[in-house]
């Protein structure tokens, strides 16, 4: 096949054995890649009994027909398992190179299974994979891990976990290129579980092109079209340049989701970052858009020199916990990267702990102070999580255990997943994908409901003119197409910066069919695309559905719920009222039940393997 | 003795007999009046085994000395009982006339006790008290009930119950003058349970005055007083004048208290009233204020012409449900008052199950659309709760209780008693009062935090200059005087309005102690007076600790320990350590242990009799 080698690397860390997992080749045209061959993996081996950080659990890092091309926005790889967070699966995306070098490993992915004796890392050099020894690597830091282990395999990319992840902290990533993060669904204690502490890949290959030149020209065409579009906004201020537009509309989370609007917001701000600690701009592969913060930055004795913070750790760390000082939300970006902590759940974590301390749910010991913005104690808790050291101890398990052992309703979490730093209050449509989506609240899911007037992406998708972020009216059909197409997206492994902005004035979809017609040789239309997507995304629901999530568990917070009391969004809210009905709505237009995908859907998705009894 | 009778009307509804209750002379010495010998005869008769609505419980009118005389302020009288909100003793204050009559009945009080056969009502026409048949006043309004009686006994003053005291609703008052409301701990529904419909008091004697002539100019000068400096503003625009400020402020408490600060209060303000309603204005026994409203409204094909809101109901119906519409809290005001149900609570209750509906805890029947702001659904509701109809059966026993079942914590109420409509937050010393009262939150036992410049009673008191409203240094003390002071004043049964103002630039209690010894031939020390309203506090407090209250039920609710979000006192709250430093500093200066007043304490205080054994 072109573009895909039809094969995972099936690594067996309790036999401590390697060998090759066939893939069957009506997989890629179901699911394409990425997300969806990995859940369709999962969704073959896993029985149902094993739990997220049991032996049996399988963790699956994908590439997709895309990888190894050198298309910009293509730099990524994809992870899953089932999640320590939610306890189904899901999965986690990362950017830089990693993914460019397992797309060129002469494998799509890695399978691992079981769990090590002894702490084993994993090669794959060339199409060889092979399981060594990491005894002297275990407790070392991902950037130290990964430091030792590049001078050793020169030319390769390290996927390795850190002391989090070795700990079991529930919301444990798997870092990459010093900085690069697979978060979220808490990988990295699934990893730290298995005892392998690392994975590294250097693609000797090369990827299998059914037009060579035609493709070479529409990676240029691509390169140019985001250069042009991307270098200038985008580029410069980063990820966390939308901080100030996201105050200004009332929806950059504040103290713990209480309101959208940060009286400090210009202090964190991507223009801050730019002018005061910006020293460079880092990408990943085959990106001419440079989005990545190198900074340079002093707190508390710390200093860092190297990967900056994106705008959810930005806003997780700052606006949430009333925190100003980005000097503080620099360093605690590195330290999470370091130690392997989502940086989104540990922020979620810190500001749900403030509230409880304020409200007399939680004492911290003396020497901590936990009172809101206290930028020191964010720091310091950082180090006392990764290591489960005293009040540390009490967070590592996520708040949603927290929640259940003090009786409280303020921990912003779904599904036993961190929300992300969008307030869907002020973006309603995301609401509705917070609640009904099987990983949790995500953000690279949903739709972030864009104004659309008149372009491409309303064309293409029959969406135009109908939707504003704050109405309710029709935003099932709008979640719906948008959630497909972000599915789509995960399952290609795209950067959604790059197909799609937050203005709606740029969709690049066609151009990027345009480019896997130019690999595999398939041509897809527009509704193929999003079939493609809603069939990945219908399978993780009918994993969670395994896992007995029902219709009762697609709810959002009470926080959610409430009106947001002052800024640009005050008043507005998703009440229990308006979210039922728009999950009535959904359910109807996604072909779900109350527990889940019915035969029928899947049937219509072509996935009659996978029907279920009743 | 001069000033009292020292008697108090025997009353015993089982028996349907009526004696007298001697009053030893040493308790006047003591307690002075109303709410302290009230407490007094409670803490004797009561034997901690009956609960509120039992026929063990005894329900007490009161007067003090200076009722009956027409002293401006003194209009006023007091009615204490075990209460069905706290489960410990409280008591309420209504304005009016009914409190005159009763200081010229030849009684100084009434006392209430079993339960009657058959609805009763009692009159005490003259110096004869007589229980009559209530059978056709059952079911009726106060309005009807009043209406009838006074028909019936010219020149008396009725205080009545209506439906809602009937029913048992937990939040039920007592109503007295067509609108006066004695509201707060539920006596009505303690009247209800005692199938004591209504008291009719006709005063025919004369108060006994040590000095009757130095008393007719002290009376004289007091009235002077408050004509020059209430008249105008005070008078002009009510208790619901104070609506701008306190949104100013950002504590003008709004959407069930998650902010202070209402778009739309300019249009319920005591500017709006008396611009669009107000016909006239009313007053109470011997005030030439004139703050009592007299309105004409409609609203949803009911009229109002009689009785209109005080501030408290103007925010509780209005900006605590983010109502809008001055006409639907004319109507509601109405409504309460003719059922007799205390309109805090009801709006409390209400702006609770609208949270409630909004996240889900409660669904409504399709007829009855919760959503923040209805006034439709507000003025509906009324009737259901009065009625124990439907949904309203739901909230008829209060928040309290609604919370426990759902597993809620967002009701705003202490011990059981709604938050009145003051946020603590920006009146930190209120807040402490809140938490520590016998009596749950309540606003007329607290200080508002006034800043004291030079004023007499920062002289008189030793108070000056140190406090502002969102400082917490230094509050217990503060609390604890001004605390006593209230405790004195509702002891005397003086209006707090004419007594001391907002700005603190009026204190007329040497004025208040000239008239007492005028009247009692009993010369009080601004420190005697003091120690009187401490006497009677800490009483209260002692009764309550009988009813295991401790020092963990000196609390705040999880929203007001919340950082106010927006607003003039955005940034504010009480956090729980705070809360915790003030409420040690509190007990300290109290000498209250962990389970109440001391008894070295209660020796100090010439209680020695109540002394508890451990």
Same mark, same amino acid.
Not at 182 to 190: K, N, Q, S, T
Not at 236 to 261: A, C, D, M, W
Not at 299 to 318: C, D, L, M, R
Not at 463 to 472: H, Q
């Given at each position: ?192 579980? $298995? ?24 990676? $240029? ?14 580029? $410069? ?378």
């Amino acid at each position: 096949m072109y573009g895909v080698e039809g094969r995972y690397l099936d690594v067996d860390l309790t036999e401590e054995r390697v060998a090759d997992y066939e893939v069957p080749a009506r997989w890629y045209d179901l699911h394409l890649g990425g997300r969806g061959i990995a859940a369709r993996i999962l969704a073959e081996e896993l029985d149902g009994s094993e739990g997220p950080l049991d032996a049996g659990n399988l963790l699956i890092f994908s590439t997709g027909p895309l990888q190894g091309t050198n298309l910009g926005g293509a730099g990524r790889h994809c992870i899953s398992a089932k999640s320590p967070k939610t306890g189904s699966v899901s999965d986690s995306y990362a950017g830089g190179y990693f993914g460019h070098q397992l797309g060129l490993s002469g494998y799509d992915g890695i399978l691992i299974r079981g769990e090590a004796q002894r702490p084993l890392y994993l090669t794959l050099l060339g199409a060889k994979g092979r399981l060594r020894s990491a005894e002297e690597l275990w407790g070392e830091t991902t950037y130290e891990t990964e430091e030792e282990l590049i001078e050793k395999y020169q030319g390769a990319r390290v996927s390795s976990i850190g002391p989090a992840g070795e700990n079991g902290i529930r919301f444990s990533c798997i870092i990459s290129d010093m900085g690069r993060a697979a978060g979220r669904p808490g990988f990295g204690a699934v990893m730290g579980a $298995k005892k392998l502490k690392a994975v590294v890949v250097r693609g000797e290959g090369e990827k299998s092109l059914y037009d060579k030149e035609g493709f070479a020209e529409i990676r $240029k065409d691509f390169a140019r079209k985001l250069v042009d579009e991307e270098g200038k906004n985008f580029g $410069k201020y980063g990820t966390s340049g939308g901080v100030l537009g996201l105050n200004e509309l009332g929806i950059l989370p504040t103290e713990n989701f209480r309101r959208g609007e940060f009286e400090h917001a210009d202090k964190i701000s991507g223009e801050s970052l730019y002018e005061n600690y910006l020293t460079s701009r880092e990408t990943c592969s085959g990106c001419p858009v440079r989005c990545k913060r190198v900074v340079r930055a002093e707190f508390g004795g710390e200093e860092v020199n190297g990967a900056g913070p994106e705008y959810e750790t930005v806003a997780s760390f700052g606006s949430l916990c009333l925190n100003d000082d980005l000097s503080a939300i620099i360093v605690a970006n590195k330290k999470c990267n370091e130690y392997g902590l989502d940086t989104i759940s540990t922020g979620v974590t810190i500001a749900y702990a403030m509230e409880a301390c304020e409200k007399g749910y939680l004492q911290t010991p003396r020497e901590l102070e936990l009172d809101w913005g206290n930028s020191k104690t964010i720091v310091e808790l950082i180090d006392r999580i990764a290591r489960r050291e005293g009040f540390g101890e009490r967070l590592a398990d996520g708040i949603g255990v927290l929640e259940e052992e003090l009786g409280t309703n303020f921990a912003q979490q779904l599904k036993g997943q961190e929300l992300p730093m969008h307030d869907p209050r002020g973006k309603k449509g995301l609401g509705l994908s917070y609640a009904t989506s099987p990983r949790g609240a995500t953000h690279v899911e949903g739709m972030h409901d864009t104004v659309f007037e008149g372009n491409d992406v309303a064309r293409e998708l029959g969406l135009e003119g109908r939707y504003d972020r704050l109405a309710v009216e029709d935003k099932a059909e709008l979640a719906k197409v948008y959630e497909d197409l972000m599915s789509f997206t995960n399952s290609a492994i795209m950067c959604r910066f790059t197909t799609f902005n937050r203005a709606g004035d740029r969709y690049i979809y066609p151009e990027v069919r345009e480019a896997l017609q130019a690999v595999t040789g398939k041509e897809l239309d527009a509704e193929e695309m999003l079939t493609i997507g809603e069939r990945n995304l219908v399978l993780l629901k009918l994993l969670a559905a395994r896992e007995n999530y029902d219709r009762t568990h697609d709810d959002l917070t009470d926080r959610l719920k409430s009106r947001l009391p002052c800024g640009g969004s005050a008043g507005e809210g998703l009440p229990q009222h308006t979210l039922e009905e728009m999950v009535d709505e959904y359910y109807a237009l996604r072909g779900y039940g109350e527990s889940g995908p019915t035969n029928e859907k899947l049937e219509e998705l072509s996935l009659n393997e996978l029907e279920r009894d009743n």
